[in-house]
């Protein structure tokens, strides 16, 4: 078994105990301070142990320094030893009804810290049937070392009658009692509530931990993914350009003699696609630096989407966009990126000459969907093309739904399906 010990968790607890120790080290003194004035039973030639009292107190606050964690056994122990200090304080030194108290508070406070509610109820069980035996060990004059375990009474009232002084006695070990359970309950709860809240704390800053972690892992991994964007889009368009412009290099090195005319046609076809393939590195760097919402409404930049669309490519699109709630900007963007996408992709391999775009509002759902009339192409031969795989991982973020159907000669359809509760714009 693994025994560890700790240092003292609380300090506002720790300070506690040095007072209660003070406390009970100030009445153990004055006792000692005023013996020569004690009424000791004349028969009684017992000497006071003050030495041994002071060091069961000294060593008692000394366990207070280190706490046993793991072994419940250990823990135990642990405890009893500290009842077992507290009651050889008292019977090495007297004054049980003074000493005793504070003593026993401090192992009720330690035992709060070492175990849940039932074993703190049970040590505070025991230290209050402790204090009461104390109490009857005094009434009924029981020294098992020759000390007496009480304090003495005024010579006023040692002389009243013998019947009126043990009432007397037995009213003041039932006010003693219910003073001790007053505070033995006050110091329970007191202390179960520093508890509770430092648990609180605890388990607050934990979840702050972990929040943290997961924002952290949300950023990796987004930035993983924008970087596979990237790849993807550069093997997409880029190497495509690339790939031409060296085959218009070879031709022009195979024809520069012999028909330099011929060879010039070629470099110029090239010089082009250099220019188309650095105007698409710099058209993804932009996508990554700039909103291309700007400031405007969703509805707008399709508009002007579109149209740029039908200017650049000659492909007619019919839309139809209605929407009846304000949309958070980061999901219109998404939006946004999911229809660029998707004309980008229609616009460099389906050969379509007509697009339909729809974007609904119904039932508390967005939903989007995108036809086309090319050639089409089968979904499940298509793997390694960025569109497509954007398109859906962008929805899914969103916990939205994204199907596609195609088949070649029959067009593509693209549908997503996203629910109105994310996308609401929060104006507070």
Same mark, same amino acid.
């Given at each position: 078994?693994?025994?560890?010990w ?10 506690l ?5 003070g406390?009970?080290?100030?009445a ?13 039973p ?28 793991g ?6 122990l ?5 009842f ?28 709060c ?17 402790s ?19 009480g ?34 309950a006050?110091?329970?709860?007191l ?16 979840a702050?931990?972990?929040l ?22 550069i093997?997409?368009?880029?190497g ?9 290099l ?17 470099l ?38 579109i #149209?740029? $669309?039908?200017?650049n490519?000659?492909? !007619?699109?019919k839309?139809?966009? &209605?929407?009846?709630?304000? %949309? /958070? =900007? ?5 939006l ?42 089968n979904?499940?031969?298509?793997? #390694?093309? $960025?569109?497509l795989?954007?398109?859906? !991982?962008r929805?899914?973020?969103? &916990?939205?739904?994204f199907? %596609? /159907? =195609? ?6 359809h ?15």
């Amino acid at each position: 078994m693994n025994h560890e010990w700790k240092k003292h968790p609380f300090r506002l607890l720790l300070y506690l105990e040095w007072i209660l120790l003070g406390i009970a080290l100030l009445a153990l003194l004055s006792f000692f301070l005023e013996r020569h004035r004690l009424p000791f039973p004349v028969h009684n030639p017992r000497t006071i142990f003050p030495i041994g009292a002071i060091i069961s107190i000294i060593l008692l606050g000394i366990m207070g320094w280190r706490l046993p964690t793991g072994s419940r056994l250990v823990q135990g122990l642990y405890i009893s030893l500290g009842f077992g200090l507290s009651w050889l304080a008292v019977l090495l030194g007297g004054r049980g009804d003074r000493v005793f108290p504070a003593l026993l508070l401090i192992v009720v406070i330690r035992a709060c810290l070492l175990f849940p509610w039932s074993g703190r109820i049970i040590v505070s069980v025991v230290s209050y049937l402790s204090f009461i035996l104390l109490l009857v060990m005094s009434w009924l004059k029981i020294s098992p070392l020759g000390v007496p375990l009480g304090r003495p009474l005024p010579r006023v009232i040692r002389y009243l009658p013998s019947e009126e002084l043990q009432n007397l006695l037995l009213s003041l070990i039932i006010n003693s009692a219910l003073l001790f359970g007053l505070v033995l309950a006050f110091v329970l709860l007191l202390v179960g509530a520093v508890l509770a809240e430092h648990q609180s704390r605890e388990k607050l800053a934990i979840a702050n931990r972990r929040l943290r972690q997961y924002a952290v892992t949300v950023e990796n991994q987004a930035t993983l993914q924008e970087r596979n964007r990237i790849a993807r889009e550069i093997h997409d368009s880029v190497g495509h350009y690339l790939t031409a412009q060296s085959i218009q290099l070879e031709n022009t090195a195979l024809f520069l003699f012999q028909e330099p005319e011929k060879a010039a046609n070629y470099l110029q076809k090239a010089r082009q696609l250099g220019k188309e393939a650095l105007q698409n590195v710099r058209n993804a760097v932009a996508t990554l630096r700039n909103d291309p919402l700007k400031m405007r409404s969703l509805d707008s930049s399709l508009k002007q989407l579109i #149209t740029e $669309f039908k200017r650049n490519t000659a492909i !007619e699109v019919k839309s139809e966009i &209605n929407l009846s709630v304000e %949309l /958070a =900007s980061e999901v219109a963007l998404v939006l946004y990126r999911i229809i660029q996408e998707a004309l980008t992709n229609i616009s460099k391999h389906s050969q379509a000459t007509l697009v339909h775009l729809r974007l609904t509002e119904q039932k508390q759902i967005i939903q989007l969907q995108i036809d086309d009339n090319g050639h089409g192409f089968n979904p499940t031969e298509n793997t #390694t093309g $960025f569109g497509l795989q954007s398109m859906r !991982e962008r929805t899914e973020a969103l &916990n939205g739904n994204f199907w %596609l /159907a =195609s088949q070649p000669g029959q067009g593509c359809h693209i549908k997503v399906e996203i629910p109105l509760w994310r996308m609401v714009n929060r104006n507070d």
